[in-house]
């Protein structure tokens, strides 16, 4: 049978537009449809939106520290709505790259919903088109909890476009987005609260650096509220928010944003017109090579539920268009020792295991643990410190983990990213020479193991 194209990808996100390069670049006749908005959730509503605003956060440190090295400033003023303004320009750029770079390379861009009629065709528009293959890349979206008020919250999609800067933000949740989150108001000038129902935020991360995150926040004034949970939200009189947690406290807020998670976007899909099953956590099932239950039909990205990042989402894109079109070019995602940033501040690097995660795993691990002041602030009154760490296996001499809390930690993680791939002993680290005066020389001059 004569299909329309060779490949249709739902969702023109990270995955899907890299799917849908490479593919056409490997000779496929590709089709991309899109609903809303050109390079997904990373580009308008996640990685890079939310940098830029870190970045405006972080001008406030700058200017607090300025005076230590002679400068005399005048007070400042941030506007929120020029931040907003610049950022938004800045997506619609980025938006534009991304339709030159799928029209480039001869990709059929489609504006509009894509819903499976079937195992080999697809909707959009009212148009119906054939695919020989299908790739499913349609992300995900945040999860709120059913409480009630819920409405009266706002998630990551709203915070982008808040229209001013809210006096009071009250941030749900412990992981990496409302820790990113609670960081960017705060350092704006907004009061800002955390409120999360476990006892530290960051769950999955290694132990000194969640410790030494939160203390290094506390020492900010920012509000944390561990193993508290909102049980409703109210409007008051005036307009402004009332979170009763379910211990009977009442938290006041100009605004309340929900980071407690996000759902893979089935939003009719149509899944039911194929035999795509999902998981048990509700994520599309795939196999080893991203191929779904459904012959014809595959799955990347957030959608899969794997690790849900921009990078894991480009390189499982690439491996689909290999796998299809390159067959000897095509080589399997490794998920080791997959370096990420927290973008809080201070920032948190990270790559391989943290120390629980060795010990788990059953290593026999040395801990090597340093936290200093960095040289940047001893011209200032500033107290934050840096915590540098090494997970090392006591028997082989491997390094499992690095872990760094501190300023430019996710710049300095990707280097060390290189070293774990290559499997990098600490006699490695101690035998490279380091760069001096940095933060980063810290990793190869770690001599005494902690524990
Ligand atoms: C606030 C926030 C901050 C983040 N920060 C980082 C970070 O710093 N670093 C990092 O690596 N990752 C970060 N991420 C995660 C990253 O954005 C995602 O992992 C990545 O975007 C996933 O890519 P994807 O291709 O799977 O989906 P997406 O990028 O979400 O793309 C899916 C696309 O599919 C479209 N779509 C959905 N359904 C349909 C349909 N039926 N028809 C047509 N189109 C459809 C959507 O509109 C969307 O454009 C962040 C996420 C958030 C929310």
Known sequence: MAYDFDLFVIGAGSGGVRAARFAAGFGAKVAVAESRYLGGTCVNVGCVPKKLLVYGAHVADELEQASGYGWTLEEGHFDWATLIANKNREIERLNGIYRNLLVN?????????????????????????????????????????????KDLAITSNEAFYLKTLPRRVLVVGGGYIAVEFAGIFQGLGAETSLVYRGDLFLRGFDGSVRQHLKDELEKRGLHLQFNSDIKRIDQQADGSLKATLEDGRELFADCILYATGRRPMLDDLGLENTGVELDERGYIRVDEQYQTTEPSILAIGDVIGRVQLTPVALAEGMAVARRLFKQDQYRPVDYRNIPTAVFSQPPIG???????????????????????????????????????????????????????????????IQGLGVALKAGATKQQFDETIGVHPTAAEEFVTLRTPTR
Request: charged fraction near 25%; charge should be negative; hydrophobic fraction near 40%.
């Open 105 to 149: 390379s001869a990709v059929t861009l489609l504006q509009g919903h894509a819903r499976l009629i079937g195992s080999n065709e697809v909707e959009v528009d009212g148009r119906r088109y054939t695919a020989q293959r299908i790739l499913i890349a349609t992300g995900g979206w945040p999860f709120v909890p059913d409480i009630p008020g």
């Open 350 to 412: 990270t790559v391989g295991l943290s120390e629980e995660q060795a010990l788990e795993a059953g290593h026999e691990v040395k801990i090597f643990e340093s936290r200093f002041r960095p040289m940047k602030l001893t011209l200032t009154d500033v107290q934050e410190k840096t915590l540098i760490k090494l997970v090392v296996d006591a028997q082989t001499d491997r390094v499992l983990g690095c872990h760094m809390v501190g300023p430019d930690a996710g710049e300095i």
